[in-house]
């Protein structure tokens, strides 16, 4: 399989990838719930030729090749509950959800990458593992799919993700691939409930103040982050949602705060300590304030931790698709790990991982949103692109280590 003959083929698909994303794009669904998404990949995956089989809650595995070594290739499918703002003629049908996140396009290009390995299985060294997977915006897909055995029968021994990008100063179709170690931090999320006692505001002796409780607890936490954590450790959290009472004259009863926890500690000993401390800090301050505070925490997805060596044979890889010279994930972010967390992490945890960027729609040419962004637009135009790399990239690695 020639890197030269392969983007060609690639292209040749070009029309069919546009049209399958922006078909996803018009019918995005959210989480677990995929059911119009699982049927067109299903469709697609057996009219290639694949046997694709249903794992987990609404996950998606195929198989290509044989060997003792397999390469687990991964997309996400699902969208985010947002309206789409973005104006685009194809643009999203389900009132409240939108690709805005380029989960299309992951699943559009896998399928390219899926057609173009079965049309070369008997030049494969080994095993291709194909994954769809649900439920990536709420960090359940990637442990749902793997508590269903992803990464068993056959074993998996290395995996690889792309995730697309628009709205950077780079053109499209240029891959930043991840230099090795921690590329994206954890994230987990804590709600504290502070409990009072409610009343008319003009008696407030009558009453326990939740609202009071809560300000201190919130300028308390601050404390954690000022001077309980190493200052070589990194661990950041928020409280971005603080909601209590409903009018003026009310003493209400309860309080409560929302937040989430980021650390680049692939052992999570920093999040555990934040985590302890949130809990004992809001039940001591509520406690001085006669209230009782309950902290949860979850939606916890650990930091994307990535394999040094493999980054560096996939950096290769990548390049040498003609026109393509891969671009060193940490020169452009410093070596610093991204804010934005990723479940595929928990995979990244098991075996050796790769992920990289393919950009898809540069600021300089009016893709000025980015992820996540209501008006956020992807140029579709490099889907072929990522097809080809995902089969070089996955036909390369078995070549090389089979
Ligand atoms: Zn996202
Ligand atoms: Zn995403």
Redesign the pocket.
């Known amino acids: 399989m020639n890197a030269e003959n392969l983007l060609k083929e690639a292209e040749v698909l070009q029309r069919q990838l546009v049209d399958i994303r922006r078909t996803l794009h018009q019918a995005p669904e959210v989480g677990f719930e995929l059911d119009e998404t699982l049927k067109l990949v299903e469709r697609k995956l057996e009219e290639y030729g694949l046997q694709p089989q249903r794992m987990g809650r609404a996950g998606l595995v195929a198989l290509v090749g044989s060997g003792e070594k397999t390469i687990l290739l991964r997309a996400?499918m699902d969208a985010l509950p947002i309206d789409e703002e973005a104006d685009v003629e194809y643009k999203s049908k389900n009132a409240g959800k939108m690709h805005g996140?380029?989960?299309d396009m992951h699943t559009a290009m896998l399928l390219g990458a899926a057609k173009l390995l079965k049309e070369h299985e008997s030049e494969l060294k080994g095993c291709v593992k194909i994954e769809f997977q649900p439920a990536?915006?709420i960090f359940q897909g990637s442990p749902d799919m793997l508590a269903s055995g992803l990464l068993e029968a056959p074993h998996v021994d290395a995996a690889a993700m792309i995730?697309v990008t628009a709205g950077m100063p780079l053109p499209s179709g240029k891959f930043l691939v991840a230099g090795g170690g921690v590329t994206s931090t954890s994230c987990e999320q804590y709600h504290i409930t502070v409990k009072g006692k409610g009343g008319h505001g003009s008696v407030p002796h009558e009453s326990i103040d939740p609202i009071t409780a809560a300000a201190h607890i919130h300028i308390a936490l601050a404390e954690i982050n000022s001077r309980e954590l190493d200052g070589n450790s990194f661990g950041v959290f928020t409280t971005g949602c603080f909601k209590a009472g409903s009018a003026s004259n009310i003493i209400p009863d309860t309080a409560e705060m929302w937040g989430t926890i980021r650390t680049t500690d692939p052992e999570n000993k920093t999040g555990e300590l934040i985590r302890k401390r949130i809990s004992e800090i809001s039940s001591g301050i509520a406690a001085a304030y006669r209230c009782q505070a309950e902290t949860e925490f979850y939606d916890y997805c650990p930091c994307m931790y990535t394999d040094p060596a493999l980054c560096k044979d996939v950096f290769k890889y990548v390049s040498e698709l003609p026109g393509q010279r891969a671009i060193d994930l940490s020169a452009v972010s410093g070596g610093k790990a991204g804010g934005g967390s990723?479940d595929f992490a928990f995979v990244s945890h098991e075996v050796p991982t790769v992920s990289m960027f393919l950009t898809a729609g540069s600021s300089l040419d009016g893709y000025r949103y980015s992820?996540h962004n209501p008006k956020v637009r992807f140029d579709d135009s490099i889907l072929y692109v990522g097809s080809a790399a995902f089969a070089h990239l996955a036909s390369r690695w078995l070549e090389e280590h089979c």
Do not use: A, L, N, T
């Open positions: 996400d996140c380029g989960h990536e915006e995730h990723e992820q």
